[in-house]
């Protein structure tokens, strides 16, 4: 049964530190998005990666969040320095064609 | 810019029917798509319809399409209280192969026994 794992599933911190979450996508997808879900916002599409490349981070704040896919089969978001601001559900989700996503369970990062 | 608008509730009571409803903005998608997610799990692909469709039925899900209107609608028949979570609209209008979604924000299905 196929699914995408994602590490921590929770995450306390306090503010300024940092924070690394891990995302493991389906085997053989190409495509690995970073959403960010929150009650004020909703999903929001932070950044994609196809075939290992960015496509797209205009969603991310850049001064304190980077995502990278260091091989094919994990996805990092890490946030320096983290916000109170920034707590929320994140989720990785990852895909093979065009719009069938398969998400993870989220992590879900309280900042203090 | 693309758009996804959905009505952030509705509650039914079980064995009703249940009529979620979306409008979009961007007439070049070429498939929408209905994702539901259960209280701590993240979104589960439901249903989905290619947009030279207007209609999809699957069990207890049918999906309507107006392309005119870009109004897309998700029935569940005899609603039960395990459908209860929310039920997000996505369009893929003018992301070319990247897979890209744009969603909604999401319809919370509260049904009530």
């Known amino acids: 049964d196929a699914r995408v794992t994602q590490t921590p599933r929770h995450k306390v911190t306090e503010m300024g530190q940092e924070v690394t979450m891990r995302c493991q996508p389906i085997?053989?997808?190409?495509?690995v998005f970073w959403y960010r879900q929150t009650m004020m916002q909703g999903l929001e599409l932070l950044a994609y990666f196809r075939n290992r490349a960015p496509l797209d981070d205009s969603g991310m704040p850049k001064d304190r969040f980077s995502a990278e896919m260091p091989d094919a089969t994990l996805a990092t978001l890490k946030i320096q320095p983290s916000e109170p601001r920034d707590s929320a559900v994140y989720f990785c989700?990852?895909?093979?064609?065009?719009?069938?996503?398969?998400f993870g369970p989220g992590t879900r990062l309280t900042v203090l | 810019g693309e758009d996804v608008e959905q009505s952030l509730f509705l509650s039914v009571r079980e064995g009703d029917s249940s009529v979620i409803n979306c409008t979009y903005t961007?007439?070049?998608?070429?498939?929408l798509y209905w994702y539901k997610q259960e209280p701590g799990a993240g979104l589960q692909l439901l249903t989905y319809?290619?947009?030279?469709?207007d209609m999809k039925q699957d069990q207890r899900l049918t999906v309507l399409l107006n392309k005119k209107d870009k109004h897309l609608s998700l029935r569940i028949a005899d609603t039960q209280t395990g459908d209860s979570a929310i039920y997000f609209c996505?369009?893929?209008?003018?992301?070319?192969?990247?897979?890209?979604?744009?969603f909604g924000q999401g319809t919370t299905l509260q049904v009530k026994p």
């Open positions: 961007d007439s070049s998608s070429t498939y």
């Open positions: 989700a990852s895909g093979l064609r065009a719009g069938e996503q398969f």
């Open positions: 085997l053989g997808h190409n495509t």
């Open positions: 996505a369009e893929n209008g003018g992301s070319g192969n990247t897979g890209k979604l744009i």
């Open positions: 319809i290619f947009s030279n469709m």
